[in-house]
């Protein structure tokens, strides 16, 4: 399975932002999707996580109201939508996918497999 990012880019604080995550030789459906992003001297940080199956979609509160995840499975792409941005967003995005429990939904090496990442730059 590989999974192919895109979207990122430099926007001004307030703007917006979408985030793409192609996956193949797999199907998207089957998986819980992951967004994380790692800023320069941070932890990685989970940003969204969305189940599989239909399932619950959740945020981390530092972007909950924000972000919005999504899914298509037809296409086999997820998605991140970013409003907003804050320069605290400033960051290298990853998807990953996996099939974690909900307990352990956040901890990144639950996730099998990941894309390369891309970076976002909110600044003026």
């Known amino acids: 399975v590989q999974l192919q990012a895109s979207g990122g880019g430099l926007v001004q604080p307030g703007g917006s932002l979408r985030l793409s995550c192609a996956v193949s030789g797999g199907s998207l459906n089957s998986y819980t999707v992951a967004w994380f992003r790692q800023a320069p001297g941070k932890e990685r940080e989970g940003v969204s996580i969305s189940r599989k199956s239909g399932g619950m979609t959740y945020y981390s509160d530092s972007v909950k109201g924000r972000f919005t995840a999504s899914r298509d499975n037809a296409k086999n792409t997820a998605y991140l939508q970013m409003n907003s941005l804050k320069t605290d967003d400033t960051a290298v995005y990853y998807c990953?996918?996996?099939?974690?429990?909900?307990?352990?939904?956040?901890?990144?090496?639950?996730?099998?497999?990941w894309g390369q990442g891309t970076q976002v730059t909110v600044s003026s």
């Open positions: 990953a996918v996996g099939s974690p429990i909900l307990s352990a939904q956040w901890n990144s090496q639950m996730y099998y497999y």
